[in-house]
């Protein structure tokens, strides 16, 4: 799992504010047991599930990949973990961990099969 720290996908950002300030917000998710329902969650946890593929394809946007650099380019703070967010959002689908109001429990919700309500 890699965070996702910052976005240029509007919902994405209100679920990041939203877990920010510790505030719910009301969806209508088209996934799960019953799609379609609205739901009120408080997102925890904004993240990415890169598959191998997707960070081999960060290391090579970035040149020289010796094992030093590539430990460099995640932790280092002029590309870091907001470069590889920004990179990897645009390659595959973003979560958010949330309590579930309606459920009583901590569920993952991705983003791209959630609405505003």
Same mark, same amino acid.
């Given at each position: 799992?890699?965070?996702?720290?910052?976005?240029?996908? =509007?919902?994405?950002?209100?679920? +990041?504010? $939203?877990?920010? !300030?510790? #505030?719910?917000?009301?969806?209508?998710? *088209?996934?799960?047991?019953?799609?379609?329902?609205?739901?009120?969650?408080?997102?925890?946890?904004?993240?990415? =599930?890169?598959?191998?593929?997707? +960070?081999? $394809?960060?290391? !090579?946007? #970035?040149?020289?990949?010796?094992?030093? *650099?590539?430990?460099?380019?995640i932790a280092g703070p002029e590309n870091g973990a907001r470069d590889l967010s920004r990179f990897l959002e645009s390659r595959c689908p973003v979560y958010v961990l949330a309590w579930c109001h309606q459920r009583t429990?901590?569920?993952?919700?991705?983003?791209?099969?959630?609405?505003?309500?």
């Open positions: 799992m890699v965070p996702v720290v910052e976005s240029r996908n =509007r919902l994405v950002r209100l679920v +990041l504010g $939203a877990a920010d !300030e510790g #505030r719910a917000i009301r969806i209508r998710y *088209r996934g799960g047991s019953e799609p379609g329902l609205d739901r009120e969650i408080s997102p925890a946890f904004v993240f990415t =599930r890169p598959q191998q593929s997707d +960070l081999s $394809a960060w290391y !090579e946007s #970035r040149g020289d990949m010796g094992s030093g *650099r590539r430990a460099e380019l429990s901590q569920r993952y919700f991705r983003i791209s099969r959630m609405d505003l309500v």
